[in-house]
């Protein structure tokens, strides 16, 4: 009686360790009660740096339309957005490449280094490139990414490439668009790949833990690689096997404690 009692100890045991670990691999930001008891200071570690092959839109306007003229060529005038006006030019569309060593070729202004400014920072070095060559006085320069996406592969339900609409996007927001984890992929270890400086580097994320907020891959940049690992363990928990031995747990329980009735009473 002793030997079965042991052997329905340690299903019972069996039982609620896979139930524990089953919660820790599928909770977010696990602790975050006690990290977050007082208000916590918004890292802000997101730059959005423009790269050889981006492409970008350059809109020009100043308070004399006559004087955009050199410019109406491929820059769309008067405007702020990467939009096709009548009569304009495929290049006004499709906006301007970076070259491989991080320069554009804009009308009227010439050759102009692009590689490691943001959107508003380049559009300042545009304006007083303008100014110092003496074209317009007031210039009003807008500058936007018209190609910036990630790719987000493995274990997510709507795995591809999404579009990035603003530069504070974080990798929370990408695995929302990309239908979220799941159920076999792997929380603990998600792999951002992200190219810096002619290098590839590799960030590892937990979204189980409340520092993912401070990862430097928390925020993605354009052309970053997310990966989502398989979860071994959520694999074997759907397979065959472990569907059965969920379905019987129940039994178990329910046999563990006849079982504990009877040697009760025998006794």
Sequence with gaps: ????????????????????????????FQGSETAYAYPQTIPQ???MAIQP??????????????????????????????????????????????????FVTLPAIGKIKAQGYT?????????????????????????????AQVSVLGAVNKPGRIALNSQRTSILDILAAA??????????GIQVY?????????YSIDLTQTNVFNSPAFYVQQNDLIYVQPNESARVK??????????????????????????AITR
Excluded: H
Aim: charged letters at 20%; hydrophobic letters at 40%.
């Design 238 to 263: 759907n397979s065959p096997f472990f569907t059965f031995w969920g379905a019987s747990a129940s039994i178990v329980s329910v046999v563990i404690s006849l079982t504990s009735l009877i040697i």
């Design 119 to 147: 959107e508003e920072e380049f559009a300042t070095v545009i304006e007083k490139e303008i100014k110092r060559q003496g074209i317009l006085n007031d210039p009003q320069v807008t500058v936007k990414f018209l190609n």
């Design 53 to 102: 092959s981006d492409r970008i839109s350059v809109s020009i306007s100043c308070s004399q339309p006559k004087l955009l003229e050199p410019f109406a060529s491929n820059v769309t005038v008067g405007s702020n957005e990467a939009q096709r006006p009548a009569g304009a030019n495929n290049e006004v569309y499709t906006g301007y490449t970076i070259d491989k060593d991080g």
């Design 1 to 28: 009686m002793n030997i079965i009692r042991n052997i329905l100890t340690a299903a019972a045991v069996a039982v609620a360790l896979s139930s524990c670990v089953s919660q820790k691999e599928i909770v977010y």
């Design 194 to 202: 992200r190219e810096v400086n002619g290098k590839r580097e590799m």
């Design 45 to 47: 570690n997101y730059r």
């Design 179 to 188: 239908g979220d984890v799941s159920d076999n992929g792997l929380k603990k």
